[in-house]
Structure formats: structure tokens, C-alpha cells
Nanobody
Framework: QVQLVESGGGLVQAGGSLRLSCAAS????????MGWYRQAPGKQRELVAS???????NYRDSVKGRFTISRDNAKNTVYLQMSSLKPEDSTIYYC???????????????WGRGTQVTVSS
């Protein structure tokens, strides 16, 4: 019914930049908070950044000053601009969104399938 699709991942050299995008589609009435998580194989998923419907943002300490989260409400899309990338940023990045369903106006947390980011030294 609702799906999130990430894009923009890839291979970049240390110090470079990437911009991740996540577009939500389906029977959506509105979207509350959106965010980005990352998870290395065999490790727990960790919050990278989040943004509320009003534009308030939150970042984990290790990415502050380097990453910027933003959203386009008209397109139901959230972005993660990543700059000054480091090899330790390399992992799979997942998009999440709290979506108000059009059918019953219940808020449900949805996840994308992930996009790979690899930073070479």
C-alpha cells in the first residue's frame, strides 16, 4: 500500500559528497516524521538524522556539521546531503517515515529497502 524507495547511494572517495533521496508513494494522506538510519552487517541499526513535519531536525553526533537532512513535502521525499564523507560512513542507509494512511488516518512506520554507501580512502 505504501512504499519508500531510496536512491543516490554509490561509491565515493573520502572527503566527497553524496545525496540520498527517499520517495514515499502509495495511499498517503500525510507524512509526519522522516529519517535516515544506517546498519552495517551484523550490527544494530542506528539513527543518522531525522526531520519532523515542521522542519525540526536531529542528528547523531558523528555526522553533525557534515550531513544535512531536508524534505520536500509536496513530493513526499526526504533527502540526506552527505559531505566530507569518511570510510566509517560506509554501510547501508535506510529511509523511514511515519505515514498517515489515506484509508483510515492511522499512522504507520514504514521502512525502505536500503541503499549502499561506500566511501574509499
Amino acid at each position: 500500500q505504501v512504499q519508500l524507495v531510496e536512491s543516490g547511494g554509490g561509491l565515493v572517495q573520502a572527503g566527497g559528497s553524496l545525496r540520498l533521496s527517499c520517495a514515499a508513494s502509495g495511499s498517503i494522506f500525510s507524512i509526519n516524521a522522516m529519517g535516515w538510519y544506517r546498519q552495517a552487517p551484523g550490527k544494530q541499526r542506528e539513527l543518522v538524522a531525522s526531520i519532523t513535519s515542521g522542519g525540526g531536525t536531529n542528528y547523531r553526533d558523528s555526522v553533525k556539521g557534515r550531513f544535512t537532512i531536508s524534505r520536500d513535502n509536496a513530493k513526499n521525499t526526504v533527502y540526506l546531503q552527505m559531505s566530507s564523507l569518511k570510510p566509517e560512513d560506509s554501510t547501508i542507509y535506510y529511509c523511514c517515515a511515519i505515514v498517515e494512511r489515506e484509508s483510515d488516518h492511522v499512522y504507520i512506520n514504514y521502512w525502505g529497502r536500503g541503499t549502499q554507501v561506500t566511501v574509499s580512502s
